[in-house]
């Protein structure tokens, strides 16, 4: 059985920044049992550009000598006596920009043994869209992070746009019915009785005078004719008393 045959599973982990084109790659490659003799095991790498090895561990977290051939873009490991090793690498234009705040990638991992899965995550918030195999997208608002895993083996065609929260404020505001409740309820209150109350007020306050004006006239004119009647009578009695 060679080497490729008893790998178990393979673990694709992608930090990436598609703004600055940068990102690191971490391969864990776990084998069915433990290799007891030195053999060197060979891995792909992903498609990119100033593809640099940071480190190559074993299992136990043991430096592993390695060979990195930047043509073929592989990298050869040594083993022994260890049941896994873990491979990081920095790289470059791993996506490729489409329009401003589009990005795509293409990750092809039929040749790899095993089960294979990838988690990628992309500093900022992105609707994902996944062509060839399944994945699944999470949005983390707090830490401003999209994180992506996909399971299987094969060629999966990712497309990052830029997500936008446009959406959300038309939703929450239900202010249109507040405005139209008070424009109801101020009209009757500006247009009811007012108007009324001053047309009939000086109706009220112009009879009162011509009613009251007559009696206190009669009795005037009376006072009047009595004394003038008084006086003929003083005169009278005067002239009488002389003429006696």
Request: glycine letters at 8%; charged letters at 5%; proline letters at 10%.
């Amino acid at each position: 059985m060679s080497l490729s045959q008893q790998v178990s599973s393979i673990g694709i982990r992608i930090v990436y920044d598609p703004i600055a084109g940068a990102g690191v790659v971490t391969y864990n490659i776990v084998f069915s049992s433990v290799v007891a003799t030195p053999v060197n095991f060979t891995i792909g790498l992903l498609p990119g550009s100033n593809i640099t090895v940071l480190n190559v561990t074993s299992s136990d977290g043991t430096p592993l000598p390695y060979f990195h051939d930047q043509q073929a873009n592989v990298v050869a490991v040594l083993l022994n006596n260890t049941s896994g090793f873990t491979l990081t690498y920095s790289i470059r234009d791993l996506m490729t920009p489409l329009v401003p705040g589009s990005y795509s990638v293409t990750l092809d991992t039929s040749a790899m043994p095993g089960s294979v899965s990838v988690d990628i995550y992309v500093p900022g918030l992105y609707n994902v869209s996944c062509v060839g195999l399944p994945c699944s997208t999470r949005l983390d608002f707090s830490s401003n992070t999209t994180s992506i895993h996909v399971d299987g083996r094969g060629i999966l065609i990712l497309t990052l746009t830029v997500y936008t929260q446009g959406a959300a404020p038309p939703t929450t505001p239900p202010t249109t019915t507040s405005p139209a409740i008070t424009a109801t309820t101020t009209g009757p209150q500006t247009t009811a009785p007012a108007p009324t109350t001053p047309t009939q007020s000086p109706a009220a306050t112009t009879t009162p005078p011509t009613t009251q004006g007559g009696p206190l006239a009669t009795p005037a004119l009376v006072a009047i004719v009595l004394a003038v009647l008084v006086v003929l009578g003083v005169i009278g009695v005067v002239l009488a008393r002389k003429r006696a």
